[in-house]
């Protein structure tokens, strides 16, 4: 191509004597990327150009040419057909450029009273609402998937831990619904960064507006926003909106990497609470017995490049003056990337949770181990009139005593644990069973079974499901 020519096919000016080196073309274009944008590069145009004709600015036989050209674009994209040419820069001039082609001047009018400025911040809030929507679903999804299984394990008692150390028994169903509480948070802050993304910036132009009749109101009730961004300077250069997103999914993956951290341990055959369903462990090529942990591994490891994209982007914008600057292109593989990692954790999550054996034997005998119930003996002895303090003493000497004789405490006998505290009468075995004392905490957000079944019960209306 000559000189000329190169810089014609980008799509901006006869300013330029000479075209861009080769590597410095790669370097800057971003269609490699961007051209996820472009049924949202599409559908804001469509939206433009019927404005435009509707302001008396482009003519109904041109808004007619548009909208066949862009049918006809549309429907070479979904079948692979489209020649996407990195001459061309970035999806826009992409899109535009055969839009051109195929219905000529017309395409040529679309880009009146609109920069790619405005066009791109457009085009990224489009895509980022469809995707936080798809999200959401996720959320639900695997939420609903560990509340059935809740359902299903509000009497099974096993260790609840602290410091990793067996500290008081309480039932898997409440465990779990620990989660649900957090993935409930994680949907509540997309749902409300959706808000703020939910904004127009067409009509912004480059920066400063426009001089043509405009309507904006008209292209955001089109496009489904909820309003259009108030400042034109704003509008084209601020992506704080994408980096609360990708704050969001930085906290959505902190939760799944805390939980994939349990399922690991859960699943270590030291602790062997769950298995999890083949499909999601992968085996050793050495050594024939293992059976990987791998999916809850890798959305571990996977929470760190969330983190990543959390940490580009807000670095990304910290230097920018007002208003848009070439720095902004970088947004998109990191926005990519986070909706992409998030999206797939979520559904293999849902999945996976779904297919979670509970091995119920093995949690309660842990649950039994620990001397889990020393804290149900020291409130008997403050039901029967003993200050806490004192009956924490008292229990710390019988857990050492159990402990010497290598059994637990109900094991030491009433006449044994009477040398404690004179306060322990015959009732007392009763408190020190696993059931006993799950059953006691039984006050909303307690462990208790049938606490557990009243918050599955809220936790499904919530969730729009019936019970
Ligand atoms: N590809 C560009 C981006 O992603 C589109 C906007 C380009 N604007 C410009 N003035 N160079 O940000």
Redo the contacts with the bound molecule.
Sequence with gaps: MSDQLANKAEGWSGRFSEPVSELVKRYTA?VDF?RRLAFADIEGSLAHAAMLSEVGILSAADLQSIRAGMAQIRGEIERGEFNWSVDL??V?LNIERRLTDLVGDAGKRLHTAR???D??ATDIRLWLRGTIDDILQGLTALQRALVDLAEGHADTIMPGFTHLQVAQPVTFGHHLLAYVEMFARDAERMADCRRRVNRLPLGAA?LAGTSYPIDREQVARALGFEGVCENSLDAVSDRDFAIEFCSAASLTMMHISRFSEELVIWMSPRVGFIDLADRFCTGSSIMPQKKNPDVPELARGKTGRVYGSLMSLLTLMKGQPLA?N?D??ED?EPIFDTADTVLNTLRIFADMVGGIRVRAERMREAAAAGFSTATDLADYLVRKGLPFRDAHEAVARAVRAAADQGCDLAELGVETLRTFSALVGDDVLQVLTLEGSVSARRHRGGTAPEAVRQAVARARARLGVSS
């Design positions: 971003s961007d820069e970035d826009h920069s790619r400025n066009q791109v480059a848009y070439k902004n292109q998109k």
